[in-house]
Nanobody, 127 residues
C-alpha cells in the first residue's frame, strides 16, 4: 500500500539547518508530485514546498530562498533542505502525495490536492 515516511526532524538553534526526508513506497514514485506541509501548534496546516515531474517547484513566500526541495527517484525519496531556520519554522512537517498521476504542484499548494500523507516529523527551532 502507499506509504510516506518522514524523517530528519529535531531540535536546532536559530540560523541552523536540517534536511528532512520523505521515503515513499507502494506506488510509481516518479509519476507523482510530492508536497511538504507544516503545522505549528494552534495554527492551520500550510503548504511549504512541492515538486512534480512537470512544472517548477513551489515554495511558500515564508521559506523562499531558505528551503530547497529535491527528489531522488532511484531512492523514492523527496528531501527538504531547510537553512537559516527561525523559531517561526517550528512545526510538525508532513509530506504528502499529489492526487493523480503526473499531477503538478498548484501555487499555492493545497492539502485538498493530496491523497496520502505521512505521519510527520517535528522540527523545533529554539536556542
Amino acid at each position: 500500500q502507499v506509504q510516506l515516511v518522514e524523517s530528519g526532524g529535531g531540535l536546532v538553534q536559530p540560523g541552523g539547518s536540517l534536511r528532512l526526508s520523505c521515503a515513499a513506497s507502494g506506488f510509481s514514485f516518479d509519476r507523482y508530485g510530492i508536497g511538504w506541509f507544516r503545522q505549528a501548534p494552534g495554527k492551520e496546516r500550510e503548504g511549504v514546498s512541492c515538486s512534480s515531474r512537470f512544472g517548477s517547484p513551489y515554495y511558500a513566500e515564508s521559506v523562499k530562498g531558505r528551503f530547497t526541495i529535491s527528489r531522488d527517484n532511484a531512492k523514492k525519496t523527496v528531501y527538504l533542505q531547510m537553512n537559516t531556520l527561525q523559531p517561526e519554522d517550528t512545526a510538525v512537517y508532513y509530506c504528502a502525495r499529489i492526487r493523480g498521476v503526473w499531477g503538478t504542484c498548484r501555487k499555492p499548494i493545497s492539502q485538498y490536492d493530496m491523497d496520502y500523507w505521512g505521519k510527520g516529523t517535528l522540527v523545533t527551532v529554539s536556542s
